[in-house]
């Protein structure tokens, strides 16, 4: 995949309006003149944009949401606890652990018994607090980041 960070116009702007159309919601934003770039100013309308918005606090600094905060809040465990249940519900780690490891059909609940096997727990929650169980994890997750190309060297 190509690395949009280096493709990309950066710049700040004010959220202006926000309406349902036939086609889609529709978000208009303020901004400054000199943010503008000419070849984004010429693009003729309909041009296809990669957006990420990150609503940012009265110093101009990224503003956290609820559910960010909170997870960065946690430890490490309790992190990898909830990566592990997001993992069980992506489908591509679903095929990965089929494909790898022979785990069954393509299900949530074969790659939850999947991560607790591997890991040596009965419960994926003992990541927050099974130091030996979490580095397993770690390395599980790493593998299928790697080979699924999400991570561009294992860790």
């Not at 607790?116 to 030996?132: H, P």
Request: net charge negative; with cysteine; hydrophobic share 35%.
């Amino acid at each position: 995949m190509t690395d949009l960070k280096y493709h990309g116009v950066k710049f700040e702007a004010k959220k202006h309006a926000y309406r349902q159309t036939q086609d889609g919601i529709s978000v208009t934003f303020i901004m400054h003149p000199n943010d503008v770039d000419a070849e984004f100013a010429v693009a003729p309308l309909g041009t296809m944009y990669n957006v990420t918005a990150v609503q940012l606090d009265d110093d101009g600094k990224p503003k956290a949401t609820p559910q960010k905060a909170v997870y960065a809040e946690k430890s490490d465990g309790e992190k990898a606890v909830t990566r592990a249940a997001l993992l069980c519900q992506d489908k591509a780690f679903q095929s990965w652990a089929e494909e790898r490891f022979g785990v069954g059909s393509d299900e949530e609940t074969n790659a939850a018994e999947f991560i607790r096997t591997a890991c040596g727990v009965s419960s994926r929650s003992e990541l927050a607090t099974n130091q030996a169980a979490l580095a397993k994890f770690t390395e599980l997750e790493g593998d299928f980041l790697f080979d699924c190309g999400r991570m561009t060297e294992v860790r």
